[in-house]
């Protein structure tokens, strides 16, 4: 029986954000690696403990003097295992992998990442081995582990897992006696989880309107009808960029793993239905028709139920082609007919980092607040410096207190009292403290020297910047060149946009290099978003899968034919023009301009 230390037992830090990337180990299976580097096996396994926590550090905030290394939002691994035959808990079961790199297509989106705590010279035990056999049985029968099992060095260029590899390669990680005479156990009803704004990063709304929970008389469900493999941010950025709505369009959001986003939340009013916009909240699933699975129903009924709660009442239920004045084909015909037949669905309770999704005032406080400039943290310390009374819990959580004490700053400070931290009310708090950019080099309202410093090192720049915190030319220089690399204005300083360029390609883009050649790199990430098996290879699957991305987000109204020409490049084009500002001439020709604006739309999560 495997045994596991939850990462409360091995006091991990919390995630810097929740992993919203899809995860499906299904289509793969696991990757084994070691720590490398020498001795590393523990001889009394109560040090164990400790070594995990060193490794999740070393992950999350690896010492300045060694910018070689990846920085993650968390311990890149799934579960770790000692040499005493106990396994740790990292990521777990339901969050994908970074310790796979990228250079395999779906190495981490396919893959658990299972690590064994030994290193580069230490002798491999048995109890290790079969530890990580038992791991791998149990998350096959219980978290839908699929049948494959890699080296690290199988799919990047690595020695590692070093001296398991020939254990990799002779099967001996492979769990026995689970044919089909032994049917896996039933898996166990799992808790559903719900994010805020803060925690997915959304950007702030440009217009906040509020509407009592006791004004709503409906309850609308919807679908994005585009891929699963979605990204929220990437529909606001099309609600905003394209649409030129003021946010996300609706009030929640549930993908396939039944996670739940906040979206617009309960108080706001929304865009996702016109002239229902007061009275309905309204609900997407991340997918197309058939997509659905019943976690995700689960997901959708659990927020019904809230809103019922929060509303006093019993909500109409209702779907988006239902509505009056509505003629579309949403949510398409099998959760249309799901919400005809009472929207039945298991009851599975809703954890979340700021309370239950039916608790308004956690979060962002739906669309209050605005994380883009300064943490709600860092707010609520600057508040409580300018001595407002009684002081902010400073705990990170957006609620009335704090848009208040935002407001008392910003009038303070003279500028809009509108609750929202933007670049005024960080330029005026800046000159309130004599602050500024540094003497006029580089701009540190929005992200230390230092951390500019490693973001530069950690998207390749050469030679790499040495990290201390100072400004200098060499550090202005390598401002500018991740400005390019990312596709926005090369002034060198790291200002709202640069940090959302930069946030979106770390979380959702494509880490794709400027360039305007379409190879296989920018292939396979326009693949992936359109829908379409990501080989590389671009062919008229392909073209269809752009053909009606554009007819979904951009209203193209393209015949989806598979052959790309001047009508799906001008289609494209104009796609592009309204989601990135790229200024492209909609002239149907397909040339490196084009692929230089996709390539940087790629890489913002803004297509």
């Known amino acids: 029986m495997v045994q596991i230390v939850r990462r409360e037992e091995w006091h991990a830090l919390p995630r810097k954000k929740p992993e919203t990337a899809s995860f499906t180990p299904w289509l793969g299976g696991f990757v084994l690696h070691h720590l490398g580097g020498g001795l590393k096996l523990q001889s009394r396994h109560d040090d164990c403990y400790a070594h995990v926590r060193d490794v999740q550090r070393s992950h999350m905030d690896p010492p300045l003097w060694r910018p070689d290394l990846d920085v993650y939002d968390d311990i890149s691994y799934n579960y770790l295992v000692c040499n005493h035959g106990i396994v740790f808990e990292g990521r777990g079961p339901t969050v994908r992998s970074a310790a796979n790199d990228t250079e395999t297509p779906g190495a981490n989106q396919n893959h658990f990442a299972i690590c064994a705590m030994m290193g580069s010279d230490d002798t491999v035990h048995g109890e290790m081995v079969s530890a990580v056999r038992e791991l791998i049985a149990w998350l096959q029968a219980r978290h839908d582990g699929g049948p494959t099992i890699k080296g690290h ?42 994010y805020t704004r803060t925690q997915w990063g959304a950007r702030p709304p440009t217009e906040v309107t509020r509407v009592p929970m006791s004004s709503r008389t409906g309850f609308t469900v919807h679908y994005s009808a585009g891929a699963a493999t979605q990204t929220v941010r990437q529909i606001q950025n099309y609600h905003m960029d394209s649409r030129g709505w003021s ?29 229902h916009n007061s009275t309905h909240i309204g609900v997407c699933f991340i997918g197309q028709d058939g997509d659905a699975t019943p976690r995700a129903l689960s997901a959708i009924r659990a927020l019904y139920e809230a809103a019922n709660s929060g509303a006093g009442r019993t909500l109409d239920r209702t779907w988006h082609g239902g509505l009056s004045g509505q003629s579309t084909q949403c949510p398409g015909a099998g959760l249309r007919a799901w919400v005809q037949g009472g929207m039945s669905a298991t009851t599975l309770p809703v954890h979340g980092g700021t309370g239950s999704i039916g608790d308004s005032g956690g979060g962002s406080g739906g669309g209050g607040g605005m994380t883009s400039v300064r943490s709600v943290a860092a707010q609520q310390q600057a508040v409580n410096g300018l001595g407002h009374t009684p002081a902010l819990i400073v705990d990170g959580t957006w609620g009335p207190n704090t848009a208040a004490g935002v407001r008392w700053l910003q009038a303070r400070l003279g500028v809009g009292a509108d609750g929202l931290w933007g670049p005024t009310t960080e330029a005026a708090y800046a000159g309130n403290l004599g602050g500024g950019t540094g003497g006029g080099g580089g701009m540190t309202s929005v992200r230390s020297v230092a951390a500019q410093q490693q973001a530069v090192n950690g998207l390749g720049h050469t030679p790499a910047l040495i990290v201390d915190g100072t400004w200098g030319p060499n550090t202005a220089a390598g401002v500018r060149w991740l400005q390019a690399r990312l596709g926005v204005g090369t002034d060198g300083l790291w200002g709202p946009t640069t940090e959302a360029a930069y946030a979106g390609n770390m979380d959702n883009g494509a880490g794709l290099t400027v360039d305007g050649g379409f190879g296989p790199a920018t292939i396979r990430a326009t693949q992936r978003v359109v829908g379409v098996t990501a080989d590389g290879a671009w062919g008229p699957n392909s073209v269809r899968g752009l053909q009606r ?24 084009q104009t796609h592009l023009n309204r989601m990135t500002g790229a200024g492209l001439t909609v002239d149907g020709a397909w040339g490196p301009a084009t692929i230089r604006a996709l390539q940087t739309a790629l890489n913002r999560g803004q297509f």
């Open 153 to 194: 060095l199988d799919v990047a260029s690595t020695d590692c897992p070093g001296k398991l590899q020939p254990y990799v390669r002779r099967g001996d990680f492979h769990p026995t006696g689970t044919g089909e005479e032994t049917p896996p156990p039933p898996k166990p009803n799992q808790p559903l989880f719900a």
């Open 247 to 275: 946010d996300i369009g609706y009030n929640f959001l549930v993908d396939r793993d039944g996670r739940i986003y906040e979206g617009r939340g309960w108080d706001v009013v929304s865009a996702h239905a016109t002239g």
């Open 549 to 572: 991305h554009l007819n979904t987000w951009s209203g193209a109204a393209l015949v989806v034919d598979g052959a790309a020409g001047p009508g799906t490049y001008r289609a494209l």
